[in-house]
Nanobody
Framework: QVQLVESGGGLVQAGDSLRLSCAGSGRTLSNFAKGWFRQAPGKEREFVAA????????YYADSVKGRFTISRDNAKNTVTLQMNSLKPEDSAAYYC?????????????????WGQGTQVTVSS
């Protein structure tokens, strides 16, 4: 059984930073691609960032490029999303996910395992 648990969400002001973490447990999937998605109320889940199995290739949505950084530690089975210069439009529930491939993907349907999400709220 695979379990992904996100942490680090919270309420911040525009321009602040947050660091989200996702810890995996159960079946070892530390060497597969990871992704972060987000979903705001009334909106579809959207891609935020992804990272390949080694951490050598990263993928970002245009809306977060230059502000967010995804990284991973395979030894600890964790993936991190550093979010800087946050905007009110970044407010959403953030989910980490694992894909059973080595390369990342922009599509949520390509990811097999999901966490429960952590809420990020950015006030103006």
């Amino acid at each position: 059984q695979v379990q992904l648990v996100e942490s680090g969400g919270g309420l911040v002001q525009a321009g602040d930073s947050l660091r989200l973490s996702c810890a995996g447990s159960g079946r070892t999937l530390s060497n597969f691609a990871k992704g972060w998605f987000r979903q705001a109320p009334g909106k579809e889940r959207e891609f935020v960032a992804a990272i390949n199995w080694s951490g050598g290739t990263t993928y970002y949505a245009d809306s977060v490029k230059g502000r967010f950084t995804i990284s991973r530690d395979n030894a600890k089975n964790t993936v991190t999303l550093q979010m800087n210069s946050l905007k009110p439009e970044d407010s959403a529930a953030y989910y980490c996910a694992t894909r059973l491939e080595y390369d990342g993907s922009y599509s949520y349907s390509d990811y097999r395992y999901w966490g429960q999400g952590t809420q990020v709220t950015v006030s103006s």
